[in-house]
């Protein structure tokens, strides 16, 4: 694929780099600015960038424009592919810029030369009647173009300030051939049926009430699966001599000042006041970590503290930005906080990177790290810096860990490792996270007494598994498809009567069941028996017991096992066979069989 580059020049470029996608998908944000001016002249263009998986373009119309329309402007793109159209990039001058979108009557164009500093070069690209103000990458013609679809119409705040005029936003997508295209189309469909928040409803795990915007409510089956993972989470860091910890979820201002939260994450926190004192809210349960370490003198042999906590913070997000359990207001975030030598930076890095790819490959995901660095609002001294950045890479380094660095995206009081998880549909998600930070420590002033006697500053670990806990599980329902390992269903095994004549019998074999440690309900419905399995079906329940009067009798049950597709009929099983069955299902778990069971 040719890539035409801002400076004009041309390189060829294969479809997996970056910047061929987004040459790509950034032409055909502008076919479709050029199919929307051709259709709707008086039409206004805003911004058209390539995005992950697609483009946009911002539009504002001088009517009502509706999701019908898409399809005549599908048409028109197509055309303009199959015109060939070259693109050829040139600069102009300011004046000569500000002159020719005024002409055109693109304001927004004008806005955007107007911000620009004097000495900026401004940038064109030209595709037949179309121009646009654009700084690339683009491909050379628009017939390489060869697959798009226009997905949806949103609205969009112009420059993302609600003050601003609300713009008519089109999504799409592109490819270079049709495969990719429908292979595209049937993730998205597959993700609209894996959606968390409908899936997360039909199973009665939470729920989400206009009188509590970005605050979720759990019920029964969404508690019995969180508390399965923290008791998966206590497990294993347990194992690893962690100890657990809980701190108060409002905390004074000075202490935000201390720990830097109030001038630099000021705007996400919930204040309040108290006896004419300033207290937030905790958005991080950091702060708290390091008051609970300054209680007590340390020693260097008492290093490394594992201190892990399961804390409840807020951040305020705003309305527009929730979405179901991935993007909420409060939520309990697995943090642990590693108190230690210098000396000790690889060793405990490397241990919580073997944590986490433990944790992740236990639910079946892949995952790849990235490195992220000082951003511009920072606190501390370059040499805190270089040493904190050169520890993490070097356990990454020592480990044979492929990483990609992140410039710029770290934590404000230090670099980080963050973990991406990558889910069935091949979606990413970050979750896991461990900052290094040398800057709190000295900010509240923690100590310990090396062997020579003299007090020293430890070094600090930040870091989280499963991340924010509602966010991991809305991950884990689009990753199963609400089809979750026995070993994390709430309901493991349903049981069915044929009729309220043998509810008795239903309710003998839940109890023995229960006995050993599984989690069953009876449905003593008087509904058919047809549309009882059907029902436990939609449920995702991995076993279904049928039970009736032979079953009665003979003390057994007609057992059925959820497959990937319809239920698997394993046939008559007796009392023991039953638990044989049950024991397999576990085999792939044992690590967790002590604490489960």
């Known amino acids: 694929m040719k890539v035409l580059l801002q400076n004009g020049t041309v390189q060829e470029c294969a479809w997996d780099d970056d910047i061929a996608r987004e040459a790509f998908r950034h032409t055909t944000s502008h076919i479709l600015a050029q199919a929307v001016k051709r259709l709707y002249p008086t039409a206004k263009c805003a911004i058209g960038p390539a995005i992950k998986d697609g483009f946009y373009y911002d539009f504002e119309f001088d009517f009502d424009f509706t999701d019908d329309k898409l399809a005549d402007i599908e ?24 002159k020719v979108m005024s002409e055109k009557g693109e304001s927004y164009k004008v806005e955007l030369i107007n911000d620009l500093p004097e000495d900026t070069v401004l940038s064109f690209f030209q595709q037949g009647d179309y121009l646009e103000l654009c700084a690339g990458p683009h491909v050379t013609y628009t017939s390489a173009i060869k697959a798009f679809k226009l997905l949806k ?12 005029k609300m713009l008519t936003r089109i999504y799409g997508t592109s490819f270079p051939n049709s495969d990719l295209l429908e292979l595209y189309l049937f993730q998205i469909e597959e993700a609209k049926k894996r959606d968390h928040r409908r899936l997360g409803k039909e199973l009665g795990l939470f729920a989400l009430l206009d009188e509590g915007p970005g605050f979720p409510f759990f019920l029964p089956k969404g508690m019995i699966l969180k508390n399965l993972l923290l008791d998966y989470w206590r497990h294993i860091h347990t194992r690893d001599g962690y100890v657990e910890i809980q701190t108060p979820i409002m905390l004074d201002r000075k202490l935000w000042e201390t720990s830097g939260h109030w001038d630099h994450y000021r705007e996400n926190m919930y204040t309040t006041v108290i006896d004419d004192e300033d207290f937030a809210i905790k958005p991080m349960n950091c702060p708290g970590g390091m008051l609970v370490y300054k209680m007590e003198p340390h020693s260097y042999r008492d ?12 951040r305020h997000e705003k309305s527009g930005q929730l979405h179901g359990l991935m993007r909420v207001r409060s ?56 040493m904190a950045t050169s520890g993490l890479r070097n356990a990454l380094d020592e480990l ?13 009081y230090g670099p980080k490792i963050d973990f991406h998880l990558e889910d069935s549909l091949g979606r990413t998600w970050q979750c ?35 991340g924010s806990i509602e966010r991991f599980i809305g991950i884990l329902i689009e990753h199963f498809a609400g089809k979750f390992p026995f070993w994390l269903s709430p309901v493991q095994i349903k049981i069915l009567p044929i009729s309220e004549k043998y509810s008795s019998y239903a309710d003998y074999c839940k109890r023995s069941l229960e006995y050993n440690g599984y989690r069953c309900e009876v449905d003593n419905r008087a509904e058919k028996i047809g549309y009882k399995i059907r029902q436990a079906r939609n449920e995702r329940v991995p076993y279904i017991f049928v039970v009736g009067e032979k079953e009665e009798e003979t003390r057994t049950a007609s057992v059925r096992r959820r497959g990937e597709t319809e239920n698997e009929d394993l046939g008559i099983m007796n009392y023991e066979q039953v638990l044989a069955q049950l024991a397999k299902e576990e085999k792939a778990y044992d690590a967790e069989k002590d604490f489960i069971r």
């Open 432 to 466: 896991g996270t461990i900052q290094l930070d040398f800057q709190l420590p000295q900010r509240f002033e923690a100590e310990y007494i090396g062997q020579d006697g003299l007090p020293h500053r430890p070094i600090m670990i930040h870091r989280v598994c499963f």
């Open 153 to 164: 119409v949103a609205g969009a705040y112009w420059r993302g300030d609600e003050k601003n």
């Open 303 to 314: 290093l490394p503290i594992r201190m892990g906590e399961i804390g409840l913070v807020h």
């Open 75 to 98: 048409k028109e793109m197509k055309k303009i592919v199959k015109e060939n159209l070259k693109l050829t990039y040139f600069t102009m001058e300011r004046d000569e810029a500000l």
């Open 331 to 386: 939520f309990n975030q697995d943090d642990a906080h590693i108190f230690m030598t210098p000396e000790q930076i690889p060793y405990e890095i490397k241990g919580v990177v073997k944590l986490i790819d433990e944790v992740y490959s236990k639910f079946g995901f892949k995952y790849h790290v990235e490195l992220s660095t000082r951003p511009e609002d920072s606190m501390g001294s370059d040499e805190d810096w270089e």
């Open 400 to 412: 044979n860990l492929p990483y990609v660095v992140n410039e710029g995206d770290g934590a404000f």
